[in-house]
């Protein structure tokens, strides 16, 4: 992401932390394994020589206990492939780069590998890992050397905000994203930064990988074609938005505040993603599906009955507040952002005393065209 947009998530390991508050984005690892692992197995193959190192990169690779455990997963699935062709004698070295915006928790990541060395013993695949700070809407790595891009709940984030909105030439009142109210044109800005965004995102990476290069992208989407029936993503930032016009009534925020507030951010369809890459003939679609995760980090049922809204209110604000807190913080002040998340606590609560929410998520599996 761009620099200048200013996300990142909530740093240190504390109880607002995101390193504390990422189960929905575990849980979305843990759902993708599969793919992931038919994607490094197929990339093992390929490697030429018997003794060969393997490029990876994970994107947006934020810090906290989900960071170790892309490394973990991907040594997991070499060995596995390394142990089956043990006739062959393959030896596979994994060598990591570390992903994000310079502002991201560097320190806390490169303190929990400690936890990954403790935890592999002598029999670990050898692997090695670096930090790279930096936009994933440039330039990161030399021509066709990387194996293996991974990127989960990251994509949907744009470079920045569409211009005309930060410039204010035309204003998305009362909303930060896409909401009931949002006018046509400004919809249509959203979608015209996505375009560029992931167009841009997925020339870069095709120009990286290897022949035969992967790619595992994991974000949040939408179901709906319809944009005006966005889905619960949308509703979610609404609730954001309806907290904030809460604290515009009262005076703790001015109005002027909120409508010049957009967030850098757009949920696709898979309809859209596929037609893009498709039309950029840059990558061969593996596998891509549509699956659903609860608002709720902490509620793993299947069922549609929320149990406690408090309590559910609660989780979903705090998971809420270690994304959006910088972002929130740079452009209205700290002095809002502990009034602003009992708000929104209670006002989850009310919405989902009307029925269960649940985050569409999109994983594609994609490999890099042959031309």
Same mark, same amino acid.
């Given at each position: ?62 810090? *906290? ?113 896409? *909401? ?13 930064? /996505? ?5 841009? /995102? ?48 009262? *005076? ?80 209205? *002040? ?38």
């Amino acid at each position: 992401m761009k620099e200048g947009s200013g996300v990142r998530m909530v740093t240190g390991n504390g109880e607002n932390s995101y390193a504390a508050n990422s189960r929905l984005q575990e849980r979305a690892i843990l759902e993708t394994r599969p793919v992931l692992h038919k994607a490094i197995e197929e990339l093992c193959t390929s490697l030429s020589a018997r003794r060969s190192t393997m490029v990876v990169a994970d994107l947006g690779c934020s810090s *906290g206990p989900n960071t170790l455990r892309v490394v973990c997963e991907v040594i997991g699935a070499v060995q596995f492939y390394t142990r089956k062709s043990e006739e062959e004698r393959r030896a596979v070295e994994v060598q990591f780069f570390l992903n994000d915006l310079p502002g991201n928790d560097f320190n806390l990541v490169f303190r929990s590998l400690e936890q990954l060395e403790d935890l592999g013993g002598n029999e670990t695949q050898p692997y090695y890992v670096a930090g790279l700070p930096g936009s994933y809407y440039r330039k990161l790595f030399p021509s066709r050397s990387v194996h293996f891009f991974h990127s989960s709940y990251s994509l949907m984030w744009r470079s920045k905000v569409p211009e005309e909105l930060s410039r204010c030439t035309h204003v998305n009142e009362g909303n930060i994203y896409i *909401g009931k109210t949002t006018p046509p044109i400004v919809i249509k800005l959203f979608q015209q930064q /996505f375009k560029t965004d992931f167009e841009l /995102f997925l020339a870069l990476r095709s120009r990286e990988l290897v022949n035969g290069g992967r790619m595992l992208l994991t974000f949040l989407g939408r179901k709906s074609e319809e944009m005006m029936m966005h889905g619960d993503v949308s509703t979610l930032f609404e609730l954001v938005a309806k907290s904030l016009q809460s604290l515009v009534l009262k *005076g703790r925020v001015e109005k002027k505040k909120l409508d010049s507030f957009n967030l850098p951010y757009y949920a696709p369809s898979v309809k859209e993603m596929k037609a893009l890459i498709n039309e950029t003939k840059l990558f061969d679609i593996e596998h891509v599906r549509l699956f659903e995760s609860n608002w709720d980090p902490q509620d793993d049922s299947e069922s549609d009955v929320v149990l406690d809204f408090a309590s559910s209110g609660a989780n979903v604000a705090k998971c809420i507040r270690a994304v959006l807190e910088p972002l929130i913080a740079d452009h209205f *002040g700290d002095d809002i952002i502990e009034e602003l998340f009992v708000v929104y606590a209670s006002v989850v609560a009310k919405h989902l005393e009307k029925a269960k929410a649940k985050y569409p998520i999109i994983v594609a599996s994609l490999k890099k065209a042959i031309h």
